[in-house]
C-alpha cells in the first residue's frame, strides 16, 4: 500500500487569535465539496497542489514547534474542506506531540468523517454559511445534506468549549434577520462560541 499523500496548496505560519488559541500555522489542502459565490480560496484551489507525505509536512511546520508548544498553538487545517483527509491527519497526529489540531470546516461531508474527525482534532472553527437550506444551495450550490446532522452531532458529543461557530452576513443571500434566527438555532442546540460577522466583497 502507498504511504498517504496530503494535497499541500499552502502555508500560512504566524497567525494569531483568527484560528483557535495560541500561534498557529494554516495548511491549505485541495478539494472542496462546495462552489460558494464568494469563495476567497477559488483561485488557490484552481492551483495543482504538492502532494506530500505525513513526514514531510512535519519537516516544513516543525519549525515553529517551540512557539506551539509555548503558546498552545499548532496547525489548523483548511483549504477546501479540511475533513476529506482524515487518514493522512491520522498518520501525521503523532509526529507533533504537544501540537493543537484545529480544524476549519463546513461539515458538508459524510457523518462518518465528522465522527473520525472528532477522535484526531482538538477543536472545530465551523463555517456554517447559513442554515437556511434555500439560500444555502443558491450561495454554495450544493444541498445543504448532513450539515444540521452533523451540527446536532458535534454539540452532543464533543467540549463545547472547542467548537467555535461562524455565522456570516452573506451580500445578496441573506440578511442580518437571517444571521439573528441563525444564531438563535444555533445557542438553542448548545454553542456557545458563535461568531456573527459580514463578508466584505471587493470589486475583481
Not at 488559541?21 to 485541495?30: F, I
Not at 464568494?38 to 516543525?62: D, G
Request: proline letters at 7%; one cysteine or more.
Amino acid at each position: 500500500m502507498s504511504e498517504l499523500k496530503y494535497p499541500l496548496l499552502a502555508l500560512s505560519r504566524h497567525r494569531m487569535e483568527v484560528d483557535g488559541e495560541g500561534v498557529t500555522t494554516l495548511v491549505a489542502g485541495a478539494g472542496c465539496p462546495l462552489s460558494c459565490a464568494y469563495c476567497i480560496n477559488k483561485s488557490l484551489l484552481r492551483q495543482a497542489p504538492s502532494f506530500v507525505t505525513a513526514a514531510e509536512l512535519y519537516e516544513k511546520v516543525r519549525i515553529d514547534d517551540l512557539y506551539f508548544q509555548a503558546t498552545g498553538g499548532g496547525l489548523c487545517f483548511g483549504g477546501g474542506e479540511s475533513l476529506l483527509h482524515a487518514d493522512f491527519y491520522e498518520a501525521l497526529r503523532p509526529l507533533c506531540s504537544g501540537w493543537r489540531f484545529t480544524a476549519e470546516t463546513s461539515l458538508n461531508v459524510s457523518p462518518e468523517a465528522v465522527r473520525r474527525a472528532a477522535e484526531i482534532f482538538d477543536a472545530f472553527i465551523i463555517d456554517v454559511k447559513t442554515l437556511d437550506p434555500a439560500i444555502y444551495e443558491r450561495y454554495t450550490g450544493k444541498p445543504q445534506g448532513p450539515v444540521k446532522e452533523n451540527l446536532s452531532w458535534l454539540a452532543a458529543n464533543f467540549e463545547p468549549s472547542r467548537l467555535h461557530v461562524r455565522v456570516p452576513l452573506i451580500p445578496g443571500y441573506n440578511s442580518e434577520a437571517d444571521q439573528a434566527r441563525n444564531e438563535a438555532v444555533l445557542r438553542e442546540m448548545g454553542f456557545p462560541h458563535i461568531e456573527r460577522f459580514p463578508y466584505v466583497i471587493r470589486p475583481s
